[in-house]
T-cell receptor, first 116, second 107 residues
Framework: SAVISQKPSRDICQRGTSLTIQCQVD?????MFWYRQQPGQSLTLIAT?????????ESGFVIDKFPISRPNLTFSTLTVSNMSPEDSSIYLC?????????????FGPGTRLTVL | GQSLEQPSEVTAVEGAIVQINCTYQ??????LSWYQQHDGGAPTFLSY????GLEETGRFSSFLSRSDSYGYLLLQELQMKDSASYFC????????FGAGTRLTVKP
């Protein structure tokens, strides 16, 4: 298993600014993912964070808006750039210790972002 | 395209049994996962079905029928702490979540 922490847990930001969310895992994970979730709604996959290479983004998400880093097997960051109120959401990272999406994903507690 | 359908809300009483259905349409499919999420908490893994049939883990069971593109999560002996949102997720090259079912357990 893996225990995932995220920082910050919540933030209130002004439009036009950027926020970097950190995701730390207590053990090495093979795959890491970033999701967005509106309160009470489903999780939407933003991207797969690849170690040492560019993240793989889902349709509707671009690197300029959501740059992602993954320097090693236990850490990743997601930046929400040039924020607007539409970016207000909960951002979650997850990781899996296997090599397949069918392996259990362990989720962080989320970062609740409010953009004014 | 891909779609998952599950009921938005279910209410049951303590000690009862509840079944949460999930139907899906997808071009690629490895299996179906179920996750539980309490309000303000992280989603946590409950079960994965890669083959047809029933998987049982304590009070929770999950079922898959590939031919019907259908699965369900069965919760038995409901407890108040089971009040949460339950998400089915299609596992292919990644994982896509349904909209979630909010389960409320009443005394």
């Amino acid at each position: 298993s893996a225990v995932i922490s995220q920082k910050p847990s919540r933030d209130i930001c002004q439009r036009g600014t950027s926020l970097t969310i950190q995701c730390q895992v207590d053990s090495q994970v093979t795959m890491m993912f970033w999701y967005r979730q509106q309160p009470g709604q489903s999780l939407t996959l933003i991207a797969t964070a690849n170690q040492g290479s560019e993240a793989t983004y889902e349709s509707g998400f671009v690197i300029d808006k959501f740059p992602i880093s993954r320097p090693n097997l236990t850490f990743s960051t997601l930046t929400v750039s040039n924020m607007s109120p539409e970016d207000s959401s909960i951002y979650l990272c997850s990781g899996t210790t296997g090599y397949s999406p069918r392996d259990t994903q362990y989720f962080g507690p989320g970062t609740r972002l409010t953009v004014l | 395209g891909q779609s998952l359908e599950q009921p938005s809300e279910v209410t049951a009483v303590e000690g009862a049994i509840v079944q949460i259905n999930c139907t899906y349409q997808t071009s690629g499919f490895y299996g179906l996962s179920w996750y539980q999420q309490h309000d303000g908490g992280a989603p946590t893994f409950l079960s994965y079905n890669g083959l047809d049939g029933l998987e049982e883990t304590g009070r929770f069971s999950s079922f898959l029928s590939r031919s019907d593109s259908y699965g369900y999560l069965l919760l038995q002996e409901l407890q108040m702490k089971d009040s949460a949102s339950y998400f089915c997720a299609v596992v292919n090259n990644d994982m896509r979540f349904g909209a979630g079912t909010r389960l409320t357990v009443k005394p």
